[in-house]
């Protein structure tokens, strides 16, 4: 680390929860995890951005192919939330995606090390 790194602790006032492609037919294909403990892991960091009312985004990239639907259970957690990206693979090359991270207002960022 530099000398000249000041350390930022992350607040609820400078978080949200960005959840990209938490989709059916991905979370098969976790293998770290088997896909009910990937699925649980998901839901829980979504459970706590809305107890501590973090903005939330939901995002995935083709819901109709085969990577299948956003995990059901988080649309239902956040109904508003949900920001489709047909044919972009990288959430930042949708401007959708881009406007909804700009608009929660959220600016920290923690420098590379």
């Keep these: 680390m530099s000398a000249s790194y000041t350390y930022r602790r992350l607040s609820k006032d400078d978080a949200a929860v960005l ?6 037919g ?6 770290d995890f088997s896909p009910s403990e990937f699925k649980n892991n998901v839901l829980a960091v979504a459970a706590c951005g809305k107890y501590f009312k973090l903005p939330t985004i939901l995002t995935t990239s083709f819901e109709n192919g085969p990577n299948g639907p956003l ?18 693979i990288n959430a930042w090359d949708n401007e959708d995606f881009v406007k909804a991270i700009k608009k ?10």
């Design 104 to 113: 929660t207002g959220r600016k920290h960022s923690q420098p590379s090390l």
């Design 71 to 88: 995990v059901p259970e988080l649309k239902e957690m956040f109904p508003n939330a949900y920001i489709a990206r047909p044919g972009n």
């Design 26 to 31: 991905l979370i098969s294909l976790v293998q």
């Design 19 to 24: 959840l990209v492609d938490h989709q059916a």
